[in-house]
């Protein structure tokens, strides 16, 4: 696949010479120099996009991460962080006239702090292996990507990640305390702290999400979560999606925040449950999934009242998990959807737009009319309480031009949850997959202020560069290709 | 959905006029003094500038219940949307202070205070999807937007909170809202602030419903929130003397009308990790957020009480009183002063935005 021309106009330094520079920083064994143990790294969880860096670079502590970044800073040579490489939008997509830094070798939990509930971590700590971790506390970290055996919390910072929970207990930006952050300048800053709050801008927020393209995270303080006395879920069917979207809104009407609400549509209820064999009702249009959790009163006095509203919302069958088991299998199948969908097709593509949630019928028959379109199927997932849409796209990639449409029919996607008063990313980035589409969300003023806050941070765009941010060049062909509802968003700049 | 926009307020749009008063200040280079009502003029830095009000841009914009998000301009007075998503079961999680009756939306997300709920459910920034503000060359841009979750663009909505004006004029402001609790109690232990903090911690590791914490006096307050089941049986669990208008106490707590704020001099707000021990300063103190926040009436040199902060992993605020013009905020390690002024000079160029007031040179 055609990547997007990297516009750095510096002749590039030479892969010995930087190979040379690095090995005065690291062990020869920490510096890959030949295509064939770089190769690893060529892509990222968006396989669809490969690329080989220059180099990779296998630093083992913090000291390392500042003189590789001051290097690559004198030699002008672009930085790209890399945690687990399971990020789904290209984020971690190395560049063949850079520096691919891997955090890999930083899996220390630093402190564990019972008292203040709290740990310090180094960036490559598995997002699952901290709540292994703290487990005996009866504490854990809520935010749960379904990649999280895999994902790193450098990762999860970076992304700003969610999971199945974060309608109720938030997002990677609402769960932790403290970063470490190493500059381009090779200075290791400390932002936000251990109390709740810090001094000066919430640098905390900026950092969170921002895609590697501020500065390379060394450190992350996590706060831990009790772990709820009790949690109870209930799955109910529904012969059509609307009725199933409308129960979802009137649970949170009735003054209830679950702990996790999702909702899938039968394609993904049926591929799923002949991958796991979760007890789905693979005649419903939609199946909603509502876990209630806390003490076993509020639970109780939950469980009744979502029932209520979804029999009430003319659900046609209506289970709540029997034992652990049961709850543990009816969640089996939502967390094992993307593989169930690869199953049952050679190659998916994952969406991840966020709309306001009452737009959910207009979106998913819109979603419909283009799957009959392009002839291709399209499985829905939805995180449904925060409004979180993961279309999975099947296709072939073996058969021509297949990928394309995909992309092309993705794209699409994207850019009617724009239209609806939505995002084109919840949780999974920009990255490269969806920087055209950032030209259609954010005008050229509001995308010129974004290139500004990058050079506070980087003047001179070496970390993570041409990700997440499209130049203003970029959105003009784009633009030209794809004239958005008849008229560009930006008139005022000259095509090339 | 109109039903639910009665906010009591005007509707006024002035984002056009705010960004042309911007615009027209930039090519002179005037310092602005941005203002809601002004109720927390005592807050941060003095500041010399034209004023720029921005309490004329009225209303809420988008409010549905069900979507748990409510959209307002920035000068819609925060007593109004408090009413609103009363009327409808639902209220701002962080509980906001307002400290005074006409206080703005805006002036409160600037400032970014939020009140005795925080610990357990969030701050001011964590509740903000979005915002559409004036930058420092006079241009209005959005961010973020108004559904829950967002990671298209840096989260320059999330900065603005707390920025106390200084990276632009808050126009519009995205919430998420969240449902009232059913069901509320609080009671009261008698205990030493030590014994206190140990216990809330202690506490806070268990999933129990508390929604806020209290030490003065040598008394430990506890709020309770949720389903009537879940608080009647967290009461059980913990004990102590059920406090009678318990709403009020936390009311006068927030805004700061409690006996314990009746002080002329110097108040500091000291944000700590919540298991530090009481700290080893003169003054009295109140503890708040489980521990994490502690009030200060002390005359102790500002060097001694932010040395203690910063050993307990935080930072010392002088919150009222004392001298305006000195280092109010807790000054940052070089690194990061060098990345603010940046920042600063990324969203206004030309200083003009409340130049000052978190700290000189920013
Ligand atoms: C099967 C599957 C399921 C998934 N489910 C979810 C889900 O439920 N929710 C969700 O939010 N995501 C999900 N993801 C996406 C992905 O797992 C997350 O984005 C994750 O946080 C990425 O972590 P990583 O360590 O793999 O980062 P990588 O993919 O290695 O990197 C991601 C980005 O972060 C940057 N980065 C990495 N480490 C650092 C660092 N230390 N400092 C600075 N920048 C850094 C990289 O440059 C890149 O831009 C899923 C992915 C897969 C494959």
Redesign the interface.
């Known amino acids: 696949m055609a990547t997007p021309a990297d516009d750095l106009s510096t002749p590039a330094p030479s892969r010995d010479m930087v190979a040379v520079a690095l090995r005065r920083i690291l062990p020869d064994e920490s510096v890959l120099a030949d295509d064939e143990s770089v190769r690893p790294y060529e892509c990222d969880g968006l396989s669809a996009y490969r690329r080989l860096p220059l180099i990779v670079a296998l630093p083992n502590t913090v000291e390392q991460v500042c003189e590789i970044a001051r290097c690559c800073r004198d030699l002008k040579v672009p930085l790209v962080a890399r945690g687990a490489g399971t990020g789904l939008s290209g984020g971690a997509l190395p560049l063949e006239n850079g520096v691919l830094l891997s955090l890999t070798k930083f899996t220390r939990i630093l402190d564990i ?6 740990a310090r971590l180094q960036p490559g700590v598995r997002n699952l292996a901290i709540s292994e971790a703290v487990s005996h ?3 854990y970290y809520a935010p749960d990507p379904s990649s999280q055996i895999a994902c790193t919390i450098g990762g999860n910072v970076a ?2 990640s ?1 999971g199945l929970h ?2 109720k207990y ?2 990677t ?2 769960n932790i305390l403290e970063l470490k952050v190493v ?1 381009i300048d090779g ?5 936000g ?11 905390l ?2 950092m ?3 895609e590697g393209l ?1 500065g390379i995270i060394v450190e992350v303080t996590v706060k831990l979560l ?4 009790c949690a109870k879920v209930i799955m109910a069917s529904f012969d059509d999606v609307e009725k199933a979207a409308d129960a979802v ?2 649970i ?2 009735r ?3 679950p702990g996790g609400l999702e909702m899938m549509d039968n394609k993904a209820i049926r591929a799923a449950e002949d991958y796991v064999h979760a007890g789905y009702d693979t005649e419903a249009a939609a199946i909603v999934l509502c876990e209630l959790d ?5 639970v ?3 469980i009744r009242r979502v029932e209520e509203v979804l029999q009430r919302g003319g659900c046609t069958d209506l289970q709540l998990a029997r034992d652990e088991a049961q709850r543990m299998a009816f969640w089996s199948g939502r967390k094992a959807a993307f593989p169930a969908v690869g199953r049952i097709s050679p190659d998916y593509y994952c969406m991840d737009g ?5 737009r959910l019928g207009t979106v998913l028959n819109r979603i419909d009319a283009l799957s009959e379109e392009s002839g291709l199927r399209i499985a829905n997932v939805f ?1 449904a ?4 849409l993961h279309p999975l796209i099947l296709y072939d990639g073996n058969k021509p031009g297949e990928l394309e449409l995909a992309e092309e029919v993705g794209g699409k996607i994207l850019e009617l949850c724009v239209e609806v ?10 990255g490269i997959e ?1 920087i055209n589409q ?1 030209c259609v ?2 005008n050229a ?2 995308l010129t ?2 290139h ?6 980087d003047p001179g765009r070496l970390l993570n560069p041409d990700k ?2 499209p130049t203003l060049h970029r959105c003009a062909e784009f633009g030209a290709m794809h004239v958005h509802k008849g008229n560009s968003k930006f008139p005022n700049i000259e095509r090339f | 959905m109109a039903e639910h926009l009665q906010a009591g307020s005007t509707d006024h749009d002035a984002a056009a006029e705010l960004a042309a008063a911007v615009s027209e200040t930039v090519a002179a280079r005037r310092p602005l003094r941005l203002i809601g009502r002004d109720t927390k003029a005592f807050y941060g830095r003095h500041v010399e500038g034209q004023v720029l009000d921005c309490a004329c841009h009225t209303g809420v914009v988008n409010y ?6 409510l959209t307002a301009r920035a000068g819609t007075p925060l007593r109004d949307i408090e009413r609103l998503l009363a009327d409808n ?2 209220a701002l999680a962080f509980e906001p202070p307002a400290f005074g009756d006409t206080a703005t939306l805006g002036g409160t997300i600037a400032c ?1 205070f939020s009140g005795p709920r ?2 357990y459910a ?2 001011a ?2 509740f903000v999807l979005g915002a559409r503000i004036v ?1 420092g060359r006079g ?1 209005v ?3 973020g ?12 909505s ?2 603005m ?3 106390l004006g200084g ?1 632009g004029v808050l126009l519009d402001i995205s919430l998420k809202v ?3 609790p ?1 069901c509320e109690h609080t009671v009261m232990f008698p205990l030493t602030q030590h014994e206190a903090i140990a216990r809330m ?1 202690e506490w ?6 508390v929604s806020a914490t209290c030490c003065t006096d040598d008394r430990l307050y506890v709020r309770l929130s ?5 608080v ?3 009461l059980r669990d913990l004990g102590g003397e059920v406090v009678s208008d318990a709403s009020e106490f936390w009311r006068t707590l927030r805004e700061h009308q409690h006996p314990f704020f009746q002080h002329a001099g110097p108040l500091w707000r000291v ?5 530090t021990p009481p700290l080893a300063l003169p003054g009295d103190c109140l503890i708040e ?1 489980g521990g ?2 502690r009030w200060l009436k002390s005359d102790a040199a500002a060097a001694v009480i932010r040395a203690a902060a910063a050993a ?4 010392a ?1 002088l919150f009222r009183g004392g001298d305006r013009g000195g280092e109010v ?5 070089p ?2 002063f060098a ?2 002024r ?2 600063k ?3 206004d160029p030309e200083g003009i935005f409340n130049p000052g007031r ?2 000189d040179g920013v």
């Open positions: 702090d019972p008292a203040n509930r709290t506390l009866d504490l992304e700003n969610g974060c309608l938030g997002l930006v609402h500059t200075e290791l800053v400390t932002i702290g251990q109390a709740l709050d810090a001094a000066g801008y919430d640098l927020a900026l969170t999400g921002s501020l009790p772990k709820p006395e809104g009137n949170i009407a003054g209830i925040i806390g003490t076993p009163e509020e109780d006095d939950d966020t709309i306001p949630r009452k995180h309480g925060d409004g979180n008063g939505g995002t084109i990313t919840g949780e999974h980035g920009v969806k950032m969300q954010f003023q509001e202020q974004f500004a806050v990058k050079e506070a941070f997440a941010v | 549905e219940p069900t979507e748990l998000v079961g639902q970014g925080r610990p969030g701050a920034r964590d930058n241009e841009l959005s961010f937007g108004q559904v829950m979750k967002n990671v298209a663009g840096y989260d320059l999330r900065l909170v707390g920025a990276l969240l449902p009232r059913l911690n806070a590791g268990r999933p129990l419903p949720g389903s009537e089941n879940g009647r049986a967290a944000s700590v990790a919540q298991a957020w994490g926040l307990a992993g935080g930072h605020t905020f807790h000054p940052l390690s690194a990061l990345l603010h940046n920042l000079r990324a969203l978190m700290y």
